[in-house]
C-alpha cells in the first residue's frame, strides 16, 4: 500500500518504522489491517486512526522522506502537531484535550485543566496543588515549609537547592 502511494520507497526502511511503531507481532497485524481498511489514514485522515500506533507510524515514515505519506492536522485545531488523545473518536493534540478538560478550580476559581482532585473530588488547578500544605515539608536547610526538591537524604527544598559536588557559590567542591 505504502508502495502505491510511493513507489521509490525502501521496503526496509518501511519495516523498521512497522517495528518501531508497533513492535510486537499481533499489533503489527492490526496496524496492516486498519490500514488495509483505510489507506487514506496515511495520507492526511490519521487523526481517525482506530489504533495508537498509526500516527506514530505516519509520525517515522514522514521523517523518513517517505513522499505521499501525510502527516494529520488535529481536527479542532487545525495545526500540524502530534495527535495522540482520541476523544469522541478522532486523535487532537495535547491543547485541545487540555481545553476541553477546562473546570473551574474549587480553591482559587482558575479555569484550567486540574492538576488532581481533593478528598471531596473537587478539581485543583496546578498552582493549587502545589501550595496544597499536604505537599509541602519542612526543609533541612532553610527550615521553611516549601515543595520538596528532593527525597534522598537530606530533604531540600527547591529554592535551596544545590547540586551534590557544587558549593553554594557555584564552584566546585573537593571529593
Known sequence: MIIAISPA????????AVRRSAPRPSYQQKLAWALDDNPRLL???GYLAPLRAIPRFIELLHAAGIAGVVRPACPRCRRVVRIDKP?????VCRNCIAKSR???????GARREPATRDAEGQPLCPHCLIKDPANLETCIVCGKRRMVCTRTPPIVAGSVYVQPGVRSGGGVANA
Open 102 to 108: 477546562i473546570e473551574e478550580c474549587s480553591r482559587c
Open 9 to 16: 520507497t525502501d521496503r526496509e526502511v518501511v519495516a523498521e
Open 87 to 91: 476523544p469522541e473518536g478522532q486523535r
Open 43 to 45: 495520507t492526511g485522515e
